[in-house]
């Protein structure tokens, strides 16, 4: 593992900054981080975090729901302190992303998600990058792998393949499988959208304890990363999501071609590394139901010492060297 120095992660951040092009967000600060920066990318003006030399290879790293780019706060200076620029933006729906127009979809779908990737890709001039992810966005990072992978260079992901159909989708499973989803169905219901825009903190940090019971997170940690769910469209997207994936919300029909894709279930074919904590408290399937899913090289790393879901936050060295690892061909 390289041991970068806050200082100096801190110091190479902020010339970054000040030497860029991109837009800076003048208000958007992060202690982690240094400046966010803002750029206009497809349907969104895209909130993000640099690391790293802006000539690096680069390392694109996506959050999870309900998580956002603190997931990766200890990752991305072992990985600019290895020479990558490391870009970790917030997705549709979190921190200082937003939609260019009122009157776009605010879809959740998978085939959104995949393509904001790739036109925040365009818009950086980024032509291939790593991507590593966990929750939504090991998902993303495997649909673009799948659907575009010209653009990727390599792929960690948590949790393995979770690219999915609705029609897969669409059939019961065991009683305490269905119990893990309970928010899902929750989510299904007014009452659940509801109470979601209500009690949306607390809601987020009962998914944290559940998702990671071994982690023992503080209050600041969490209350970090919260700020990001005041996010104007956090609530339509995050809502979108689930029902669209259960087939009670439509998409929006620019994105059909993709999901036409996305529902045959495509082999990713570029080098792979999966990682599963040994205490995900999360729904995830088991390592050798995906494995066939992978036709490029592939591993497959079980992260011990009571590792949840939000692995890069809970486990930082070990995603970090993966990324490392993957990107060795």
């Given at each position: 593992?390289?041991?970068?120095?806050?200082?100096?992660?801190?110091?190479?951040v902020a010339a970054?900054t000040a030497?860029?092009t991109?837009k800076?967000?003048?208000a958007?600060?992060?202690?982690?981080?240094?400046?966010?920066?803002?750029?206009?990318a497809?349907d969104?003006s895209?909130?993000?975090a640099?690391?790293?030399?802006a000539n690096?290879?680069a390392?694109i790293?996506?959050?999870?729901?309900?998580?956002?780019?603190?997931?990766?706060?200890?990752v991305?200076?072992q990985l600019?302190?290895?020479?990558y620029?490391?870009i970790?933006p917030?997705?549709?729906g979190?921190?200082?992303?937003?939609?260019?127009?009122?009157?776009?979809?605010?879809?959740g779908?998978p085939?959104?998600?995949?393509?904001?990737m790739?036109a925040?890709?365009?818009?950086l001039k980024?032509q291939?990058?790593?991507f590593?992810?966990?929750?939504?966005?090991a998902?993303?990072?495997?649909i673009v792998a799948?659907l575009?992978?010209e653009r990727?260079?390599a792929?960690?992901s948590?949790?393995g393949y979770l690219?999915?159909?609705r029609?897969?989708?669409a059939k019961?499973?065991?009683?305490?499988?269905?119990?893990?989803w309970?928010y899902?169905?929750?989510?299904?219901?007014e009452?659940?959208?509801?109470?979601?825009e209500?009690?949306?903190?607390?809601?987020?940090?009962l998914?944290?304890?559940?998702?990671?019971?071994?982690?023992n997170?503080?209050d600041?940690?969490?209350?970090?990363?919260?700020q990001s769910?005041?996010?104007?469209?956090?609530?339509?997207?995050?809502?979108?999501?689930?029902?669209w994936?259960?087939?009670?919300?439509e998409?929006?029909?620019r994105?059909?071609?993709?999901?036409?894709?996305?529902?045959?279930?495509?082999?990713i074919?570029?080098?792979?590394?999966?990682l599963?904590?040994?205490a995900n408290g999360?729904?995830h399937?088991e390592?050798?139901?995906?494995?066939g899913k992978f036709?490029?090289?592939?591993?497959?790393?079980?992260i011990?010492?009571?590792?949840g879901?939000?692995?890069p936050q809970?486990a930082?060295?070990?995603?970090?060297?993966?990324?490392l690892?993957?990107d060795?061909v």
């Amino acid at each position: 593992m390289i041991d970068l120095s806050r200082r100096h992660f801190m110091a190479g951040v902020a010339a970054l900054t000040a030497a860029s092009t991109v837009k800076v967000a003048a208000a958007a600060t992060v202690p982690s981080f240094g400046p966010l920066k803002q750029v206009t990318a497809g349907d969104l003006s895209v909130g993000y975090a640099e690391a790293g030399p802006a000539n690096g290879p680069a390392v694109i790293l996506l959050h999870g729901w309900p998580y956002d780019i603190h997931a990766f706060a200890e990752v991305a200076p072992q990985l600019a302190g290895a020479g990558y620029r490391v870009i970790v933006p917030y997705l549709r729906g979190s921190g200082t992303t937003r939609f260019l127009s009122a009157e776009t979809i605010r879809t959740g779908q998978p085939a959104a998600l995949g393509s904001d990737m790739i036109a925040l890709m365009d818009a950086l001039k980024i032509q291939k990058a790593v991507f590593g992810g966990f929750d939504w966005g090991a998902r993303t990072a495997g649909i673009v792998a799948a659907l575009w992978p010209e653009r990727v260079k390599a792929l960690v992901s948590v949790s393995g393949y979770l690219i999915g159909n609705r029609a897969a989708g669409a059939k019961p499973l065991p009683p305490a499988a269905e119990l893990q989803w309970w928010y899902q169905f929750y989510f299904a219901t007014e009452r659940g959208r509801a109470g979601y825009e209500a009690n949306r903190k607390d809601f987020n940090k009962l998914i944290w304890k559940l998702a990671s019971p071994k982690w023992n997170f503080d209050d600041a940690t969490y209350d970090r990363t919260a700020q990001s769910f005041d996010n104007p469209d956090h609530v339509a997207i995050v809502i979108h999501n689930y029902r669209w994936r259960l087939g009670l919300a439509e998409g929006d029909p620019r994105f059909a071609a993709l999901e036409e894709k996305i529902e045959a279930l495509p082999l990713i074919a570029v080098p792979t590394i999966t990682l599963e904590g040994d205490a995900n408290g999360a729904p995830h399937p088991e390592p050798a139901a995906y494995k066939g899913k992978f036709s490029g090289r592939y591993e497959h790393r079980l992260i011990e010492g009571g590792i949840g879901h939000n692995l890069p936050q809970e486990a930082p060295a070990a995603f970090a060297k993966a990324i490392l690892d993957v990107d060795k061909v």
